[in-house]
């Protein structure tokens, strides 16, 4: 979607000689550029009495409580309501909205804030303390999807807060001309109830790549930036600004050199995006005719038939282990195998990989606790995903192995093993294949025998012996992501040493190529579903590798397909050959640069860059 155009009357105020042109440095979490004035909104904690009650008008606090939540409940009833009749064909919104329902109808969120007001305290006052003691527990997590949840939880106890005061949050339906929201949070019924006509974009100073004000802004096409610092503090109502989503780049009170510059990046942006749109959805080959397969990564099932409409060859990652995050209990067999078999249902025969699952180090959760290494110094180095299966979590391990097989009854399904870095680790993972595969004929279930099995190459040592591992899986996918925080020994989380990351490193080019001849010399598929996949760049150089597919978020398909089809692959390979030669990161890049500005034009990977998710 491209920004609303600014109406011929409009134009933004006079710039404030006193106040300099200013940026700030957020996450890009939605592409695109909006240029625009601030509209500030407020998202604290109202003003609230605190007082204690009398044992005889407990009751009837207990009573306020319980209306004010059947009332924030139906509100967003409402909301849904709404999403539905307007016909926006987008299942994500409504699965973010039922998951903000679903804390409301939480037993701990009634009965953590009914036991303070058991206590004497008001209703306000309750859920405030109960608000508080929740923050408490989430801020020792270090998950940042953990956290996340925690917003989501006070988001919905400001609302119940709301209406026990009888006030009603700003909505966002009209403005006298576009704007630019800013504030701390957005809610999701926030982001669904705006007007988009007249909202150009919006700034948070909360929220990471994976919050839902991450997911709303890229489904609703609005550029967005969130956790800018202290953007609630620097910026006035009316104030100027631009949204770089593709860099992150909050500008505020802009200079003219600035606004003229952004005035053609975003006619330039929003022509290649309407470009984009009419690139043909078919199987991509190369000019010369070289077949790529090209596949999705999806986190959440309702992603499965926004790729399928984007032309995909399938679904190339699933990550399961979004099905264990901000849950109070496991999903049971049926629960997965029903998630599962509805995605393969969606692909209409299209194979679908499920990555089993895949928790531990930056991504805790709850219902592994137990399981998980919470003091140790490096989590990203100690037992998570195979390894956290294999070695204590084997009852997890089987049921989800169970419903991934269960669900292929109706459609092509293959499994991935992640993190794997000994072929022992195979050969044991496939013993529990075998295990599930004789207990579901001992009960007489119906499930898909012939299964392929694949394992994640992540691993420096998994890529270095993949001609070992090869013999036993069907094919290799390669985890870009922790291969090269791996490769090179740093924390990709750390912005100190975030300069090491370079994907396109000659000892990385030679790794990939590596993997991906070991592969081919065992007759193993070898695909890629790192970061680098999205970037036209590296994609470009990845053909030119030998890889046999790429897999990357489904709003990034478009631009890679244009890729591949622009692209004649024996000059991607003969430049792969002079790339695995070259010295420097600085000179492989000036070059797949050059190919691609030669090829696509110099804003595709504008698109590309903050279209992709986050990690594998």
């Given at each position: 979607m491209s920004n609303p155009p600014l109406p011929d009357h409009y134009t933004p105020p006079d710039l404030d000689p006193s106040r300099e042109h200013q940026a700030v440095r957020g996450i890009g979490v939605s592409a695109g550029y909006s240029i625009g004035v601030a509209h500030l909104v407020d998202r604290s904690m109202p003003d609230f009495p605190e007082y204690c009650v009398t044992p005889a008008h407990i009751e009837e606090e207990r009573q306020r409580f319980l209306d004010a939540l059947s009332v924030s409940r139906q509100q967003l009833r409402d909301v849904r309501d709404r999403v539905i009749q307007q016909d926006?064909?987008?299942?994500?919104?409504?699965?973010?909205?039922?998951?903000?329902r679903l804390i409301l109808e939480d037993g701990m969120l009634r009965e953590g804030t009914l036991a303070y007001i058991d206590q004497k305290c008001n209703a306000e006052w309750a859920i405030k303390r109960y608000l508080d003691d929740v923050t408490t527990l989430f801020l020792q997590m270090d998950d940042i999807c953990l956290r996340e949840k925690q917003r989501d939880i006070e988001q919905e106890c400001k609302r119940v807060m709301h209406n026990l005061l009888g006030a009603r949050p700003e909505q966002f339906y009209a403005f006298m001309h576009p704007v630019i929201l800013v504030a701390e949070d957005f809610s999701p019924s926030d982001t669904l109830l705006m007007n988009r006509e007249g909202v150009l974009g919006f700034v948070t100073q909360m929220g990471g790549p994976t919050s839902h004000t991450a997911i709303l802004a890229r489904s609703l096409g609005l550029p967005a930036i969130v956790g800018a610092p202290f953007t609630t503090h620097h910026i006035h109502a009316g104030?100027?600004?631009?949204?770089?989503?593709?860099?992150?780049?909050l500008h505020i009170h802009p200079d003219d050199a600035t606004l003229t510059d952004y005035e053609k990046r975003r006619r330039r942006f929003n022509a290649?995006?309407?470009?984009?749109?009419?690139?043909?959805?078919?199987?991509?080959r190369t000019k010369d005719g070289h077949r790529i397969l090209l596949k999705a990564n999806i986190e959440l099932e309702e992603e499965a038939d926004s790729a399928f409409r984007q032309g995909t060859d399938g679904i190339g990652l699933y990550r399961t282990e979004n099905l264990y995050m901000n849950r109070t209990a496991m999903p049971d067999e049926e629960e997965l195998t029903g998630i599962f078999s509805r995605i393969v249902q969606t692909m209409h025969g299209l194979p679908v990989t499920i990555r089993t699952l895949d928790i531990g180090g930056e991504k805790q959760s709850e219902v592994f606790w137990n399981s998980?290494?919470?003091?140790?110094?490096?989590p990203a180095l100690g037992v998570r995903a195979l390894r956290l299966c294999l070695q204590r979590e084997p009852a997890v391990f089987q049921t989800q192995i169970r419903a991934i097989l269960r669900a292929g009854v109706h459609g092509p399904v293959r499994i991935l093993f992640p993190l794997v870095s000994d072929v022992g680790e195979v050969i044991e993972a496939r013993s529990h294949l075998d295990k599930a595969r004789t207990s579901l004929d001992?009960?007489?279930?119906?499930?898909l025998t012939d299964i392929e099995v694949g394992c994640m190459i992540e691993v420096p040592s998994a890529a270095l012996t993949a001609d070992i591992i090869a013999p036993h899986v069907d094919f290799f996918s390669i985890g870009t992501n922790d291969l090269i925080q791996f490769a090179f020994g740093i924390d990709r989380m750390n912005s100190a040493v975030s300069y090491l990351y370079q994907p396109a490193h000659p000892a990385m080019i030679r790794l990939l190529k590596s993997v991906c001849d070991?592969?081919?010399?065992?007759?193993?598929?070898?695909?890629?579903?790192?970061?680098?996949?999205?970037d036209p760049r590296l994609a470009t150089?990845?053909?030119?590798?030998g890889l046999d597919g790429l897999s990357v978020s489904h709003t990034t398909l478009p631009v890679i397909r244009r890729m591949i089809h622009s692209l004649s692959y024996q000059d991607a390979k003969q430049m792969a050959e002079e790339l695995l030669i070259s010295g420097t990161t600085d000179a492989i890049l000036d070059q797949l640069n050059t190919l691609v500005q030669n090829t696509l034009g110099s804003s595709m990977s504008d698109i590309s860059q903050h279209s992709r998710k986050g990690p594998q």
């Open positions: 926006l064909h987008n299942p994500e919104l409504l699965y973010i909205l039922d998951a903000h104030d100027p600004l631009i949204i770089d989503g593709v860099d992150g780049i290649l995006q309407k470009e984009l749109q009419e690139t043909p959805t078919g199987p991509a998980l290494d919470h003091d140790t110094p490096n001992e009960e007489g279930i119906p499930y070991a592969g081919h010399d065992h007759g193993v598929q070898v695909m890629l579903c790192g970061e680098m996949a999205g150089l990845l053909v030119g590798l």
